[in-house]
């Protein structure tokens, strides 16, 4: 790789030897090689910046060509002599550590575990707690999507009965509701279907109103469960309800 150093310049005060980037600029040495082509000063900043294969470049001909310059010029200026010396020892520095093998990573212990498919047992609460979910479900009731267009649409025949008149039964029966005892958060939910069971035994073919039919005393807890009892046996076909008087009274169904 031939290295030629520039000729020296004529002596520069020193403000202006100080380039933009405030390192002093090293002599003027140039240098060839496969993998860069320019100024001492220029591949320093390249190494730097990580835009030059510091492998590529031979170093020890940069290092002669400096020695040589430094002895040909002994009048040559000390800063620029330094700031040579300064890029020289980082651009060893970085090729030394380049130079040393770098242990390989170790895979990972996941890689080397075999794949294997997880037991049931496992998976035990998970499966429990999804079953107990499922028969929770299949109590409730959902209305089906083709109720109709309007939201408020009971999935009932009420016959001469609307919703607002089963509302005000429901009020009136809260007004007699007691206030509910202090019970535990964590005590077991109220099944709606053996509610219903409750409601449908009550019911006989006289017409009654809520407050005639749900025993005292009772909470709003108990009246709310009466009230969606009632509903779902009148979905059922197995209650029946009128309206007498301004009263709602509902009675069980007549089978033909």
Request: glycine share 4%; with cysteine.
């Amino acid at each position: 790789m031939p290295l030629r150093p520039a000729a020296l310049a004529p002596a520069k005060p020193k403000s202006e030897r100080i380039s933009p980037l405030g390192v002093v600029v090293p002599p003027p040495i140039h240098v060839e090689a496969p993998a860069f082509s320019g100024s001492l000063a220029m591949l320093f900043q390249c190494v730097h910046e990580r835009k030059v294969d510091l492998m590529a470049v031979p170093l020890f001909p940069i290092c002669r060509a400096y020695f040589e310059y430094v002895m040909k010029h002994p009048d040559g200026g000390v800063d620029e002599a330094a700031a040579a010396m300064m890029a020289l020892a980082y651009l060893l520095e970085r090729k030394a550590w380049g130079l040393l093998p770098t242990p390989e990573p170790e895979p990972e212990a996941d890689d080397e575990l075999p794949l294997t498919l997880p037991s049931a047992h496992e998976y035990a609460i998970a499966i429990e707690a999804l079953r107990l979910w499922h028969t929770e479900r299949e109590q409730l009731y959902f209305r089906p999507m083709e109720g109709g267009p309007d939201p408020y649409e009971l999935p009932m025949a009420l016959g001469d009965v609307t919703p607002d008149d089963l509302a005000r039964a429901f009020e009136r029966l809260l007004a007699r509701a007691v206030p509910e005892p202090i019970r535990p958060l964590n005590r077991p939910r109220r099944s709606l279907s053996e509610q219903m069971g409750i409601v449908f035994r009550a019911l006989n073919s006289s017409w009654r109103t809520l407050e005639e039919m749900v025993p005292t005393p009772f909470t709003r807890e108990d009246a709310v469960y009466w009230f969606l009892a009632l509903l779902e046996l009148i979905r059922l076909g197995q209650a029946g309800v009128q309206i007498e008087k301004g009263d709602v009274r509902f009675a069980r169904a007549h089978r033909a």
